[in-house]
């Protein structure tokens, strides 16, 4: 579903010099808008006279941190020849004076005010979530942009941060089934908190198997569609026209901070099975500290868990070893693994029990998850040939 607009050549549109756009961004979210601008400036080039595009460095990557790998938007930026520059800090660098509106998506950087104040019409954003709440689908005012009527029903919470894409998947039902996109001015101190010009509610297709890139993929033409349309209807130029904000009763303000190694720790005694799988769906890899035992002490690893993360049925698994019948006999204690003939592990959690079929001791490559643990002397084998971890995972 896309925003409405009123005709463009209403007398209401305000009037602006062509517009010399900074476009700032440094992954492929961006992309789609940066495509959607320069396909907009060879379409009205009085409209959009040029871009200039900032973007992170190269991060280092791959074994060693030897590798240095471009991002699509350096690529694209390359290819259609615009203005690039590659920084970590503002600090020092002053964009050219011509600039008269920076743009923002998905960068990771606050746009200092002294470039906020040289801009003649300031700076936006795009933000993929719905910021801070909803729009009202009735504005008091003629709007320049404005939301269109939707025909489904929605319940999602707002995600200020530099991670509302994952969050938002990490949220539980039913707040995980709808999304949105934010347009809002540029704050010049802070993260989100700029005056919100137009948003888009927008449902999360197969939310119990979205992952971060499908969202993101998603997502990203919409964005381009908001911002383009955004700049036709003027709605940089102050005094801005912010559009009516309601407040539905089931929805909250949760922060998206960026994701840490510790969102992916597993916490055995409090997640639940639909929470760990679903945090694997998002997260990626999961991990947990084991007591292993070396030289006659107990040391602390790290060991991955890499995939084959399902939920264990007891009886439905044929291969199950006597770990599983004396899981049962002893009495199940969370976060303490059992074993399967075929390698997998199966690890009691809150309210179920969870199957791994891969794991990595950190520093070691993946493999079987029986044979990982038992290499990094976590468990051992007694005498009738059972698997006796030392401690429960940590």
């Not at 607009?5 to 209401?12: R, T, V, Y």
């Not at 699509?72 to 503002?90: C, N, S």
Request: with cysteine.
């Amino acid at each position: 579903m896309k925003p409405t607009f009123p005709h463009l050549s209403s007398p209401a549109i305000k009037s602006c010099n062509p517009l010399r756009i900074l476009f700032c961004s440094s992954d492929h979210f961006g992309l789609d808008s940066l495509l959607a601008l320069c396909r907009e400036h060879r379409r009205n080039p009085h409209e959009i006279a040029s871009i200039d595009v900032v973007c992170r460095p190269p991060k280092c990557s791959g074994r060693g941190l030897k590798e240095f790998k471009k991002s699509a938007l350096i690529t694209a930026a390359e290819k259609l020849d615009l203005p690039l520059y590659q920084i970590d800090t503002f600090t020092g660098w002053s964009p050219p004076e011509s600039i008269n509106l920076i743009i923002a998506v998905s960068f990771g950087l606050l746009v200092p005010p002294r470039l906020l104040r040289a801009a003649t019409y300031g700076g936006l954003n795009v933000h993929p979530s719905l910021l801070p709440k909803y729009p009202s689908l009735l504005p008091s005012r003629p709007p320049s942009i404005c939301t269109s009527l939707l025909t489904f029903s929605f319940s999602t919470d707002s995600f200020p941060g530099p991670a509302p894409i994952h969050h938002t998947l990490l949220s539980p039902h039913p707040h995980n089934k709808t999304t949105g996109l934010t347009l809002q001015t540029l704050h010049p101190t802070k993260f989100d908190t700029g005056t919100i010009l137009a948003q888009l509610p927008l449902p999360i297709l197969s939310p119990e198997t979205c992952t971060p890139a499908i969202l993101s993929q998603y997502l990203a033409p919409h964005a381009a569609d908001l911002l383009v349309k955004g700049l036709s209807a003027r709605v940089f130029i102050p005094p801005y026209d912010p559009i009516n904000l309601i407040v539905p009763k089931d929805s909250q303000i949760r922060l998206a901070p960026k994701i840490t190694t510790e969102d992916t720790h597993v916490d055995w005694t409090t997640w639940t099975c639909e929470e760990i799988l679903r945090r694997y769906r998002v997260l990626g890899r999961l991990w947990n500290f084991a007591q292993c035992h070396d030289k006659g002490k107990l040391v602390q690893r790290r060991v991955f868990w890499e995939d084959g993360l399902g939920i264990y049925e007891s009886g439905d698994n044929n291969d199950a070893m006597l770990e599983e019948e004396r899981a049962v006999e002893e009495g199940r204690k969370v976060g303490v693994p059992y074993a399967l003939r075929v390698g997998g592990l199966v690890i009691p959690c809150k309210d179920g029990t969870i199957e791994v079929m891969r794991a990595r001791a950190e520093g070691r490559s993946p493999g079987v998850a029986v044979n990982v643990v038992l290499r990094m002397g976590a468990a051992r084998r007694d005498s009738e040939g059972r698997m006796r971890f030392w401690e429960e995972l940590g």
